[in-house]
T-cell receptor, first 109, second 115 residues
Framework: LAKTTQPISMDSYEGQEVNITCSHNNIATNDYITWYQQFPSQGPRFIIQ???TKVTNEVASLFIPADRKSSTLSLPRVSLSDTAVYYC??????????FGKGTRLSVIA | DAGVTQSPTHLIKTRGQQVTLRCSPKSGHDTVSWYQQALGQGPQFIFQYYEEEERQRGNFPDRFSGHQFPNYSSELNVNALLLGDSALYLC??????????????FGPGTRLTVL
């Protein structure tokens, strides 16, 4: 059973900022929050990981409130190439990753 | 620096046959995990290998077995193939140590079709 809940799908126009929120009410103290991106017939690609507050890299930002029961992946100015499935996972280290169905993001021109 | 590699890319087998899939981990990684991804679903954990031993296993039958070699590469074997074994098989590698921030990096996958 997935430890996270995300919207099944989202649509966005090119150039807009996209925010995908993930709920993880039962997150453990040692768990980190990790987001992956997956294109059809390819392996998931690591996007970003965080524990609390805000993390930013060249691809995305991750916002985590103080209670850590949810997190929001923010993709700035999306393009058509950002059309993919995005997975939110919680866990630590080498523990088996438990994937849900993810959020299917469709970017429209 | 090569990432995780998998072979073959695609494979077609018939029911009852056996298949072997291969994975080479990212440089500096010694732990390999295998996942099965059915169409439209998220990946499901099969098992994990470290120091040539199976360390953790998901809810998969004994028809699924694996091996890890001294150079950390790994094989996934599936016996007595069923139609339902058709899926994308993913290999992920990570450094062992149970550090909270360790990340699993995935290979491109092997698409197995069972006819």
């Amino acid at each position: 059973l997935a430890k996270t809940t995300q919207p099944i799908s989202m649509d966005s126009y090119e150039g807009q900022e996209v925010n995908i929120t993930c709920s993880h009410n039962n997150i453990a103290t040692n768990d980190y929050i990790t987001w992956y991106q997956q294109f059809p017939s390819q392996g998931p690609r690591f996007i970003i990981q965080g524990y609390k507050t805000k993390v930013t890299n060249e691809v995305a930002s991750l916002f985590i409130p103080a209670d850590r029961k949810s997190s929001t992946l923010s993709l700035p100015r999306v393009s058509l190439s950002d059309t993919a499935v995005y997975y939110c996972l919680v866990g630590m280290g080498n523990t088996p990753l438990v994937f849900g169905k993810g959020t299917r993001l469709s970017v429209i021109a | 620096d090569a990432g995780v590699t998998q072979s073959p890319t695609h494979l077609i087998k018939t029911r009852g046959q056996q298949v072997t899939l291969r994975c080479s981990p990212k440089s500096g990684h010694d732990t390999v995990s295998w996942y099965q991804q059915a169409l439209g679903q998220g990946p499901q954990f099969i098992f994990q290998y470290y120091e040539e031993e199976e360390r953790q296993r998901g809810n998969f039958p004994d028809r699924f077995s694996g091996h890890q070699f001294p150079n950390y590469s790994s094989e996934l074997n599936v016996n007595a193939l069923l139609l339902g074994d058709s899926a994308l098989y993913l290999c992920a590698s990570s450094p062992f140590g149970d550090r909270s921030t360790d990340t699993q990096y995935f290979g491109p996958g092997t698409r197995l079709t069972v006819l």
